[in-house]
C-alpha cells in the first residue's frame, strides 16, 4: 500500500494560470512552445512539491487538491 499521508506545500508568489500554447515559425514548419513565463511557474512548482516530498515515492492514482 502506498504512504497515504498528505503532502502539503506552499508555491511562493501570485498564483499563475498556465498559458496556452504558442506557435512559432522555425523555416518552413509550424513548432509549438509553452511560454517561458508558464514553464518558470511550473519549474517553482515542482522544486516546492520535490522539498516537500523529501525522497518518497511519486503519487500514482487519484489526488485530491486543495
Avoid: W
Amino acid at each position: 500500500m502506498h504512504d497515504l499521508k498528505p503532502v502539503s506545500f506552499f508555491v511562493p508568489g501570485e498564483p499563475q494560470g498556465k498559458g496556452r500554447a504558442r506557435i512559432g515559425k522555425v523555416g518552413n514548419f509550424a513548432r509549438m512552445y509553452t511560454p517561458a513565463k508558464t514553464v518558470a511557474y511550473e519549474g517553482l512548482i515542482a522544486l516546492a512539491a520535490q522539498d516537500v516530498m523529501q525522497g518518497r515515492d511519486l503519487i500514482e492514482g487519484p489526488v485530491m487538491i486543495e
